[in-house]
């Protein structure tokens, strides 16, 4: 049976953190702000999974008052995702995701994204989009203050 599952995530842009999207640092003069890495992108996908799954969100397996998650690197929180479908005796089909933001530029570093999250989702990277837009300078990303992410994700299950 395929499930889908639907993510959205955004993080406040702050000076003196390291941006990481899709486990990629990229070089920017600010970072996101947040318990872990505040991986906007991971924590999109990790929301479209556990959706698929009929779980909870991100916050529930991972709470930001839980000190072992203390600026973690969420390609774990994605990881543990993963190992959630196939307990369930079920894999990642696809994924399609979006980051909203003004800047820094994406693009550059999508390949690089692709390669590290789907061998994390254990898919062929043709079945993982990233895509980038700005917000045409509208609104808080528009503005700069944060970054915003959207995911949608196809997971197999026996039932
Ligand atoms: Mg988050």
């Not at 702050?14 to 600010?30: W, Y």
């Not at 698929?52 to 969420?74: K, M, T, V, Y």
Request: hydrophobic share 45%; with cysteine; glycine share 12%.
């Amino acid at each position: 049976m395929i499930h889908m599952g639907i993510g959205y995530d955004v993080h406040r842009l702050v000076e003196g953190r390291k941006l990481v999207l899709g486990g990629v640092e990229i070089p920017h003069d600010r970072g996101l702000e947040g318990h872990s890495d505040a991986d906007v992108l991971i924590h999109a996908i990790c929301d479209a999974l556990f959706g698929a799954l009929g779980e909870s969100d991100i916050g529930h397996f991972f709470p930001n008052n839980d000190p072992r998650w203390r600026d973690q690197a969420s390609s774990v929180f994605l990881k543990e995702a993963v190992r959630l479908i196939r307990l369930r005796g079920g894999r990642v089909i696809n994924v399609d995701s979006t980051l909203i933001a003004e800047a820094p530029k994406i693009g550059p570093h999508i390949k690089k994204m692709k390669t590290h999250l789907s061998a994390l989702l254990e898919i062929h990277p043709g079945r993982l989009a990233i895509k980038a837009t700005t917000n045409e300078g509208l609104g808080f990303v528009g503005r700069g203050e944060g970054i915003a992410a959207m995911a949608v994700a196809s997971v197999d299950l026996p039932l």
